[in-house]
């Protein structure tokens, strides 16, 4: 006789209506994430405004997001709603691992995020010597190979649990799929993930604020008169990536507050409903970012609206370009056109030649 007959899960199943409610918020937080992941690539790619090396750690911090909602989000919220894990127990590891190394990309990326931006501000003469894309290569390679070392490596080898076996993999009837946490996992993997990484950032945001307003203060001096200068947009980058910073915290230090008290106190004193809303709070990280984007910066927000508009019409990719693309894409045209009527001009007679001449060249010097 199959000992798990009638076995009944440790988890109490929710009832139907509620079952409903919280699964449509959920369908709704991985759509938003989703899509919204999807369009700052999008708009990455397709914006040359927005083509630069702080936007490219922005796009790896996307594609993390993105694989969340892809790969993880789906299996959290089956397992959320079913309260038993049906796929087995390799795939249940797997699916761990995923959940930690994503979340721990995101969290080095935003440290890279943030790096980046105190450069730009503290010695924005030697940025572009400081910060360059060979160096930004490294940084994402590095990201992803300390995420991919904290999540498959240690879960994998067992060196999560409180003994020598890996998780999951021990025959048991209530179906469950949990990431096990020792005191010595629970402690490094806190600290150098989320703690360290979080200080750090914290007083490098700090200095740049600081910095910041006082720059702000002579520039708002110098340029009374000009309605926007480059260092301004610059200063306005840093508060947005500030926010996104805030938002960061109050998403996930629940979650890791929870993940220590697990490791150094026992697995099983957090359990159910308190461990699912840190959890999806943390997860709802990964939705809130587009959007500050679009909220607080004035690029993204620019590009959202010109790739939400080609959508809605179904128009060319011309269409879909912004003013500053358009107007060069015009410019472009009436160069051609007006070059087709020098020729024109060429093969009349020889005072359209030198007529043509001067307007070739004072064509050929506009920008």
């Known amino acids: ?63 993390t997001d993105l694989l969340l909602g892809l790969l993880v ?12 894990w049906p ?33 730009a501000v503290t010695t924005p003469l030697r940025y572009c ?3 360059t894309p060979p160096r930004v290569a490294v940084g994402l390679v590095v990201i992803w190979t300390v995420s991919l070392m904290v999540s498959f490596l240690p879960i994998h080898l067992g060196w999560n649990t409180n003994g020598t076996a890996v998780q999951n993999t021990v025959p048991i009837c209530n179906k469950e799929c949990t990431l096990e946490v020792n005191p010595v ?12 990484p979080l200080v ?32 301004v947009k610059e200063h306005k980058a840093t508060v947005t990536l500030a926010v996104v910073l805030g938002a960061f915290i109050v998403c996930w230090f629940p979650y890791f507050t929870v993940f220590t008290y697990r490791g150094m106190w026992g697995d099983s004193r957090v359990k159910g409903t308190p461990m699912s809303v840190v959890l999806w709070l943390g997860y709802a990280n990964s939705a809130l970012n587009p959007i ?10 620019v590009a959202y609206q010109h790739l939400l508009h080609c959508w809605r019409t179904g128009g060319p990719r011309s269409s879909c370009l912004p003013p500053l693309q358009k107007a060069q894409s015009r410019g472009g045209q009436g160069q051609g056109r007006q070059e087709g009527k020098t020729l024109k001009l060429e093969m009349r ?19």
């Not at 798990?4 to 918020?25: A, D, K």
């Not at 989000?73 to 079913?82: G, I, K, V």
Request: proline letters at 3%.
């Open 349 to 367: 007679n020889e005072k359209g030649i030198l007529l043509t001449d001067g307007a070739l060249k004072s064509t050929r010097a506009l920008p």
């Open 1 to 63: 006789m199959d000992p798990c007959y009638n076995h009944t899960s440790s988890q109490e199943r929710m009832e139907f209506p509620l079952q409903l409610l919280v699964g449509s918020c959920l369908v709704i937080l991985i759509v938003i994430t989703l899509c919204g992941n999807i369009i700052v690539c999008l708009a990455v790619t397709l914006d040359r405004r927005l083509r630069s090396l702080t936007n490219c750690i922005i796009v790896s911090l996307a594609i």
């Open 200 to 231: 750090i950032m914290c007083i490098t945001y700090y200095r740049i604020l600081k910095i910041a307003r006082e720059q702000a203060k002579r520039i708002n001096h110098t340029w009374c008169n000009t309605p926007m200068s480059p260092m």
């Open 73 to 84: 989000l789906p299996f959290s919220a089956f397992y959320e709603l079913a309260k038993e």
């Open 129 to 131: 010597q400081l910060v």
């Open 87 to 119: 796929f087995g127990s390799t795939l249940c590891n797997i699916y761990s691992s995923l959940d930690v190394m994503l979340c721990t990309a995101s969290i080095l990326n935003l440290f890279l995020i943030s790096l980046d931006r105190y450069i």
């Open 185 to 196: 996992y629970g402690l490094v993997d806190a600290l150098l993930t989320f703690y360290i």
């Open 292 to 301: 500050l984007y679009g909220t607080l910066n004035r690029d993204f927000r």
